[in-house]
């Protein structure tokens, strides 16, 4: 099945951090939009997460280590990991969970 991102509703995931969201049976799969200087606190989740930067620059902690993700990086984020992220810039990235964000549909 194919989905545009063009039709799909907005979600309001914090002050500045907006994301659309497909589902699988398996995956959750997010073209997220985020705001220069908007905050993603700190926090956890069973769901195994792969960020891709598609645009910007963001600065993401992981379990403690901190690094600036750019354009063309990509990231894993392990279940339970404790992680949080600050944007540079204005940035676009592309989030995949696993297993299904529920909470997301």
Known sequence: MTHQF???AEKDLVAGIKGKYVHTDNNTVGLINIEEGAVLPAHSHIHEQITQVISGKLEMTIDGITQVL????ITVIPSNAIHS???LTNCVV??????V????K
């Open 94 to 99: 592309i989030d995949t969970f696993f297993p």
């Open 85 to 87: 992220a600050n944007a």
């Open 70 to 73: 750019e354009v063309g990086s």
């Open 6 to 8: 063009s039709d799909i």
């Open 101 to 104: 964000r529920e909470d997301y």
